[in-house]
């Protein structure tokens, strides 16, 4: 069941008035606290006054040069020269760009209909900030630009949307490539990588480089994890500690989660220049403004160029796709892209930044690293499998529950410069074609022959980042430690947890949609695609965190071949969620051979394996992804549970002690490829000096013949020589915090050069 006929419906409806209310609402709620430090004029707006008085155009141009009465324009749909392409094109009044110019024009009629002047201006000054009596102006401004009127902003975007000159990929044909196996793109990168990779390993070890084979250099990945602007930030900082060391030229794979994806965007871009300094110091001048603070963020979007920069996105996916839903996500990354892709000054924005395929030519060479973006489609098929009688009675059977769990529970998709990949449905596209639709394969063109702009990367940074698309029980699951003391707690709480299995299917907030690449191809795809994704023209994504919020599976394809795997973990839940436990069922189900299992924050329990064993023997990969799910909700109770009622003595209750339990700086585990020991060994940890005995056992343990993937884990923990700075307790390392100042990053680089220089020397 997707996420599309559960959501509230009302919420597709009102993407453009929630970014109005929000803008009310920012200014009510925070309007006396220091919000920006960059806001334009302090506050005020720039002059429109001269284009909001111009006349309306009533007429348009017709493709011969005409001009027809708004009124009267029609678009209709053309027979194609080309009988293998298949056609889109829909009368532009009738689909989603109509949608969405309405939507405008409501908001901004909402606004008129304040009657602005009668407010008194003692109420004004409490209720609302100086700034939002110019709203209306703007968001008329906004109506202007995005009206298919000659001569407006959105009537030279897709003119320019359809010149392959300025835009190749739509001139290119493409199709659904269906294999398992890593595209030829990817092949080539990797070998090409290996020059540089064995020349840095050399110099990082300081060995000749002669004596190094490229052939035996391992390969190595480096992911962050997910977590907002705190995982962008603490990734930007902990791959600077690498990249400072030698280390991080050693890599061939970078992967991100949610936050962790936003920094790769900028990583390889004309605005980061490939260097985590340069990236800092840009992030250092951009994020210490709310990416909603609307002065800011409106006057973005109303002033050349960046107006420009920012709203051909969006013109190119509503006018380009018919069918294209424009959501709160979509909004969201438009605001994000804002902030983070656009220079300070806000004239040297450059449309090479616009698209992930222009990454190519940054890794093509195999000068640096690969990244990998992820994002995951959610599918509750319970509904689906409900018999009438269930359905009548609203109750769900456990036999219907166990045959819902057949369908998976999360496909993670991957995107590359090079493409977009689902191992579950062991088929991808290439980058350049993400936005198109699909049919039976083939990439559809316009009546003109050419099919449209690559979807651009302010869209890709709302859905990496979409974290708020979670279910209400995950909602209620994260506020429930900060409200369990209150007084009837204890009611309130059983009675949502009696209906939980409704909560589960509930998202409030739609994700955002890519067309369906995959549509019409259920009879040549695996097993282990799940039948609902061949219902819908739409796949929706969200944030990968939702399933793991380490991108630790995408690198676990057996083609990729990575032997080192360096995880930076700056999750708000890290010994709650235990993340890389979590990649334990996978890797079971999947036969991945070497992950060293077992990994992760120790338990106390020795119920460890347990899980891992059920999901290894679950009928389908899809039946494993939903005993993760049950597995993870569960866990999150018992943690709960654990910290409202601790144990009254610790050796009754079998509990190790925090030195037992927790792990430090930099953890390493070694896998193997035995089948008598199929636990990773954990190396000595870095909390101290490791004697010459505890390294020889290391080093025996790496050069066993059955040693595998070696895991290396930074979490990141509050650090003595960092005080007053804990990613556990400091307000502005919080998920939902979107404002850091230059001395917050600044501390947040301390504490990860801190733990990284604790665990260097391992």
Same mark, same amino acid.
Not at 199 to 227: F, H, N, Q
């Given at each position: ?8 419906p ?7 008035p ?27 707006? %720039? ?27 029609t678009?209709p ?28 024009e ?18 004004a ?11 209306? /102006? ?17 009537? *030279?975007?897709w ?6 000159s ?31 990779? /064995? ?31 705190r ?8 791959y ?15 992967a ?35 990416i909603a ?33 424009? +959501?709160?996500v979509d ?10 892709l ?36 959610? *599918? ?11 359905? *009548? ?14 369908e ?9 410069? #090079? ?9 991808? $596209?290439?980058?350049? !074609? ?20 690559e979807?651009r ?19 209620y699951k994260?506020i ?10 204890g009611?309130i709480?059983?009675l ?8 589960v299917k509930?998202?409030? $907030?739609?994700p955002?949609?890519?067309?369906? #690449?995959v ?12 039948? +609902? ?9 969200a ?19 990575? *032997?080192?795997? $360096? ?23 999947? +036969? ?7 990994a992760?924050?120790?338990k106390?329990e ?5 899980l891992?064993?059920e ?35 610790d ?14 700086y ?8 035995? %089948? ?23 080093? !025996? ?6 040693? /595998?993937?070696?895991l ?6 509050p ?13 502005f ?11 917050d990053?600044e501390?947040v ?5 801190a ?6 020397a391992?």
């Amino acid at each position: 069941m997707s996420w599309r006929l559960i959501a509230r419906p009302w919420l597709y409806h009102r993407a453009v008035p929630l970014l109005l209310g929000s803008s009310l609402a920012y200014g009510a709620f925070a309007r006396r606290k220091i919000l920006a430090n960059d806001s334009i004029n302090g506050g005020k707006w %720039p002059q429109t006054s001269q284009l909001i008085t111009q006349e309306r155009p009533t007429q348009r141009k017709d493709a011969d040069g005409g001009k027809t009465p708004l009124e009267e324009t029609t678009d209709p749909t053309t027979a194609s020269s080309d009988d293998d392409v298949p056609l889109f094109e829909a009368d532009p009044d009738t689909g989603a760009w109509a949608a969405l110019s309405a939507r405008v024009e409501n908001a901004r009629a909402a606004l008129n209909a304040i009657k602005w002047s009668r407010i008194g201006d003692d109420v004004a000054d409490f209720l609302l900030p100086a700034w939002a009596i110019d709203l209306p /102006a703007y968001f008329a401004k906004l109506q202007r630009e995005l009206e298919m009127a000659p001569g407006s902003l959105a009537d *030279e975007i897709w003119e320019e949307a359809q010149d392959p000159s300025l835009n190749p990929e739509i001139a290119r044909r493409a199709q659904v490539r269906i294999s398992s196996h890593l595209c030829s793109e990817e092949k080539a990168f990797k070998q090409r990588r290996k020059r540089y990779t /064995a020349r840095a390993l050399a110099k990082y070890l300081a060995i000749p480089e002669e004596e190094v084979d490229p052939e035996d250099v391992p390969t190595i990945a480096m992911c962050g994890s997910g977590g907002g602007l705190r995982a962008m930030v603490a990734g930007t900082s902990s791959y600077l500690s690498a990249q400072e060391a030698g280390l991080y030229d050693c890599i061939t794979y970078t992967a991100g989660v949610s936050g962790s994806c936003w920094l790769q965007a900028l990583y390889y871009s004309t605005i980061g220049k490939q260097n985590y300094a340069t990236l800092l110091e840009h992030l250092k001048r951009r994020i210490g403004t709310h990416i909603a603070y609307p002065p800011t963020a409106l006057g973005l979007l109303t002033a050349a160029p960046t107006n420009k920069f920012l709203l051909s996105g969006i013109v190119e996916k509503v006018k380009g796709d018919p069918t294209a839903a424009f +959501g709160l996500v979509d909004v969201y990354g438009i605001l994000l892209a804002a902030r983070l892709l656009v220079p300070r000054g806000e004239l040297g924005v450059d449309d090479r930044d616009l698209k992930l395929s222009n990454q190519q030519s940054y890794v093509d060479a195999g000068t640096h690293p690969l990244p990998i973006y992820t994002a995951v489609r959610h *599918e509750i098929p319970v509904e689906e499998e409900k018999t009438k009688d269930e359905k *009548e009675e609203g109750k769900v059977s456990q036999a219907t529950k166990e045959k819902a769990k057949q369908e998976a529970w999360f496909q993670w998709f991957e995107s590359t410069p #090079y493409e977009l990949f689902s191992e579950e449905l062991g088929a991808g $596209i290439p980058s350049w !074609s993400v936005g198109r639709p699909f049919h039976d394969g083939i990439g559809a063109v316009r009546d003109n022959g050419y099919s449209v702009p690559e979807l651009r990367i302010p869209f890709m940074l709302g859905i990496w980042g979409s974290a708020f698309c979670a279910t209400l029980s995950h909602y209620y699951k994260e506020i429930r430690p900060l409200v369990k003391g209150l007084v009837g707690f204890g009611g309130i709480n059983d009675l949502l947890e009696e209906r939980n299995e409704e909560l589960v299917k509930v998202h409030p $907030i739609e994700p955002a949609a890519i067309p369906n #690449y995959v549509l019409g191809l259920e009879d040549q795809l695996p097993a282990t695609a799940p039948k +609902g994704i061949f219902k819908s023209d739409h796949l929706e994504l969200a944030d990968a965190g939702m399933s793991n919020n380490l991108p630790i599976y995408p690198l676990l394809r057996a083609d990729r071949d990575v *032997e080192i795997l $360096i995880a930076f973990d700056a999750s708000a839940d890290i010994k709650t969620e235990n993340w890389l436990a979590v990649a334990d069922g996978y890797a079971r189900q999947r +036969g991945v051979k070497g992950w060293p299992f077992g990994a992760g924050w120790p338990k106390a329990e020795t119920t460890k394996a347990a899980l891992p064993l059920e999901v290894a023997e679950a009928a389908s990969p899809q039946q494993a992804a939903g005993m993760i799910a049950d597995a993870r909700e569960s866990k999150r109770d018992d943690a709960v549970t654990k910290n409202s009622n601790p144990p009254a003595n610790d050796d009754e209750n079998n509990t190790p002690s925090d030195a037992d339990t927790d792990l430090t700086y930099c953890n390493i585990w070694v896998g193997t490829t035995s %089948p008598e020991e199929p636990s990773g060994n954990r190396l000595s940890s870095s909390s101290s000096a490791p004697s010459s005995s505890s390294n020889d056992d290391s080093d !025996s343990q790496l050069m066993s013949p059955n040693a /595998a993937l070696a895991l290396v884990y930074f979490p990141l923990l509050p650090n003595p020589s960092v005080p007053g700075v804990d990613p556990t307790t400091s307000d502005f390392l919080s998920t939902w915090n979107f404002i850091y100042t230059a001395s917050d990053i600044e501390k947040v680089v301390s504490l990860a050069r801190a733990n990284f220089k604790e665990g260097e020397a391992k």
